[in-house]
């Protein structure tokens, strides 16, 4: 078996912070702040880029969200008709999102699995890589195995953090340590990926960029909202070719 993306300390990381997953004021407090923003940027691109114009929202979409976590995007995805399949390296983020999965009386097929090792006929109209390249152990070799499972003229989402020194104090000391809206060590900055490298290892891997977007806290609403600066968050949208 294959295991090459997989970064040990990253999954022992979060499978300790898994029960947590669904609190909205737990460890993944920011996560649930966070999700409104992405999720509809998910929802509006998906109907745009897919020509989906009429009410059914995403039905029959086919989603692939790869480091699902808990579940927190495969939930309110498969409510809007999707079809969704969530894989995670660690098993047991993929146990309570099945409970809760159950408990929501929702059908969403989830493994413990990576996209080296995932054995999946079926093509998706979406794959999702959110929070996650940040996570991995090698990034180019993480994006190709994803890439496989797109359709052509499928399209893929990635959320991640740039690598500037704003990121650095934003995002580790400020979101970490004065802040503690995360654990300490939840983020190494080494891991932090600019868009530009992005740009270019999915451009090896048949994946076109579409968009970039920057993602900030308003502080006065205290809400995550879209923004044209990209030196912190952002998130970037593809399309196979």
């Known amino acids: 078996m294959k295991n090459k993306t997989v970064n040990k300390k990253e999954i022992d990381k979060f499978s300790k912070l898994a029960r947590e997953w669904w609190d909205p004021n737990g460890k993944f407090k920011p996560l649930h702040k966070f999700n409104p923003v992405r ?13 989906k114009r009429d009410d059914t929202y995403l039905k029959n979409v086919k989603i692939l969200d790869i480091g699902c976590g808990g579940g927190l995007l495969c939930e309110p995805l ?15 983020n993929i146990k309570i999102a099945k409970i809760h999965a159950k408990k929501s ?7 413990c699995t990576t996209p080296e090792n995932f054995n999946y006929k079926e093509k998706f109209d979406v794959v999702l890589n959110m929070e996650i390249v940040e996570h991995v152990e090698d990034v180019n070799l993480f994006l190709k195995e994803s890439s496989k499972f797109l359709k052509k003229n499928g399209i893929m989402f990635i959320a991640t953090l740039n690598k500037t020194l704003k990121s650095y104090f ?25 868009p ?18 920057g993602v900030k806290y308003n502080i006065i609403s205290r809400d995550w909202e879209l923004s044209t600066d990209n030196n912190v968050n952002y998130m970037a949208l593809f399309k196979k070719i």
């Open 39 to 51: 999720l509809d940027y998910i929802k509006k691109s998906i109907l745009k880029k897919l020509k």
């Open 78 to 92: 498969t409510r809007l008709g999707a079809q969704v399949v969530g894989i995670d390296a660690s098993n047991k």
């Open 105 to 111: 009386d929702l059908k969403i097929n989830y493994y």
């Open 170 to 194: 934003f995002a580790i000391l400020g979101a970490e340590y004065v802040l503690r809206w995360l654990p300490i060590g939840t983020h190494d900055w080494n891991m932090f990926v600019k």
């Open 196 to 213: 530009s490298e992005l740009v270019e290892i999915c451009k090896k891997n048949s994946l076109m960029l579409e968009e970039i977007l």
